[in-house]
């Protein structure tokens, strides 16, 4: 699972205009679905300036950990160089989650439920205050090839909302380049 919000949307909003607040937020997610697609992803939902990405379902994949980590690096990368007004925090989770419709029979919604989407969620916000906003889950780390753990450094274990046992974390080592 991948979670990407913006940060400081509400104060970007109310110092521009509504249709370049439009065109911002469709270069930031059009970056998204672009890095997610070429990853083998599924965009989820958008939930206003956030996004909610899944690897591995509706379609299995073997690498999903290893997709979203590659996601989650190149959309970094492309946001600091071509989105440079705004920032995000990305997070991502790996592990089990219930994929499949929600709702109502006349308004049913796909989507995927789990501890490994709301960690995710829960990295994203942490994601917002740690240096190149990328904050991920080290399962999902350690399950990666040594070519994508060599991109990743420990940031040491978070207890997460709604959690008591602390979630060892990582971080991207820089974020241009």
């Known amino acids: 699972m991948l979670f990407i919000d913006l940060i400081g949307s509400t104060a970007y909003a109310t110092e ?7 065109d911002t937020l469709n270069r930031f997610l059009a970056v998204v679905v672009e890095e997610v697609n070429r990853q083998g992803g599924f965009i989820n939902k958008f939930m206003g300036d ?24 190149a959309i970094a990368v492309r946001l600091h160089e071509e989105v440079s007004e705004i920032q995000a925090g990305i997070g991502v989770g790996t592990g089990e989650a219930v994929a499949g419709n929600i709702g109502e029979e006349s308004r049913f919604e796909y989507t995927v439920i789990g501890d490994s ?4 969620s829960r990295l994203c916000d942490l994601a917002k205050t740690v240096p190149g906003h990328v904050l991920v889950a080290w399962d999902a780390v ?4 040594a070519e994508e753990q060599a991109y990743w450094e420990p ?21 241009a380049g």
């Open 16 to 22: 521009r205009s509504p249709q370049e607040v439009v």
């Open 50 to 73: 956030a996004a909610l990405a899944i690897f591995g379902a509706p379609v299995a994949t073997e690498d999903h950990p290893l997709a979203a980590l590659m996601a989650a690096r």
């Open 117 to 120: 989407v709301n960690a995710a």
């Open 142 to 145: 350690a399950q990666a090839p």
């Open 155 to 175: 940031a040491g274990d978070q207890v997460l909302r709604g959690r008591s046992q602390p979630t060892a974390t990582g971080r991207l080592r820089a974020v």
